[in-house]
């Protein structure tokens, strides 16, 4: 049963002189942050909001990836260890869960719009006294819409990682996107083929990068890709699940699968409570606000394009 894709084993490379280990999951995660991060911002400042909080909300983001992900696995996937050992509970480099990282990275970016549009809030009492252009708030479903726009970068990246460890395997198939020698049961053994759902999942993410690019070319109200990226993204989660291995279930479906049904649940949520509201970069436009400090007047500010 042999796969159209060869195996391969997971990449990694030494830096010499320091003899440092270089993993391709760490390079490719560290990767789709960066990229992923610049797209966000690059959607702020078309939307006529500030850039830098994106910026600076990344570091919540990466503690609510590693904790909320080991969390969720942890408490999830593997519940006998903690009987066992209660201190596995802050082991963040043993097993990570997406949905567990999702739950908390979202909390913790509503934690840090909500101090910042308090800032703002204080900030503008200062700026109305001195006769200073006031600044726009900070909306979570203003910038969330940035940071989940730059999803699909950041998750598409992770997931080639995935791929290149050979991470997620699947059930044994002769479909041609099967590998070779990635079995859970028969490691390197060329003669059997087996789903990456690593790579899968890498091929939705990457593939709904050209899909938001495009969707953005058209002002959208905010909320729009809160609501749009869980909806797309619950079913092939749910499908993609269907086809793991050994997995831990409650009444028949894993626990990412009960959390796909909840996101796509909160995204449709979304849509149907904000669906009517005026677009972040047409109301940006129209606001005599301005979005950071460096802009000195309403007048001196690009007006976004839509």
Sequence with gaps: ??????????????????????????????LGLYLGTEMAMSKAKRDGLDPDIINRVV?????????GGHLGHAIFYEPHKIAADPLYLFKVWDGLSS???????????????????????????????EGKALLLPVR??????????????????????????????????????????????????INYSCHDLGLYGAIWACSMIGVVYLLDKKARFP????????????PFRVFFDSLRTADTRYAGLTPAQYGAMILFTVGLSVLLIQRKKK?????TAESDAIPYDLVATPESKETPTA
Excluded at 59 to 67: A, C, D, Q, R
Excluded at 142 to 166: E, K, N, Q, S
């Design 1 to 30: 049963m042999l796969g159209t894709l060869p195996f391969f084993a997971p990449v990694q490379f030494t830096i010499p002189i320091i003899n440092l280990p270089i993993h391709g999951f760490g390079m490719m995660v560290a």
């Design 59 to 67: 570091t919540w983001m990466i503690v609510g990836i590693f904790v």
């Design 99 to 129: 949905f567990g990282g999702f739950i908390v990275t979202a909390f913790l970016c509503w934690l840090f719009f909500r101090k910042e549009n308090n800032r703002v809030k204080r900030e503008n009492k200062t700026r109305h006294e």
């Design 140 to 189: 979570a479903s203003h910038y969330g819409d940035c940071v989940i726009y730059g999803f699909p970068m950041a998750f598409g990246l992770g997931r080639i990682g995935c791929f290149m460890a050979h991470d997620h395997p699947g059930l044994e198939s002769t479909f041609f996107l099967a590998v070779q020698g990635v079995c859970q049961d028969h490691w390197t053994d």
């Design 223 to 234: 909320g729009f890709y809160l609501a749009i990226i869980p909806m797309v993204y619950a």
């Design 279 to 283: 677009a972040v970069r047409t109301m």
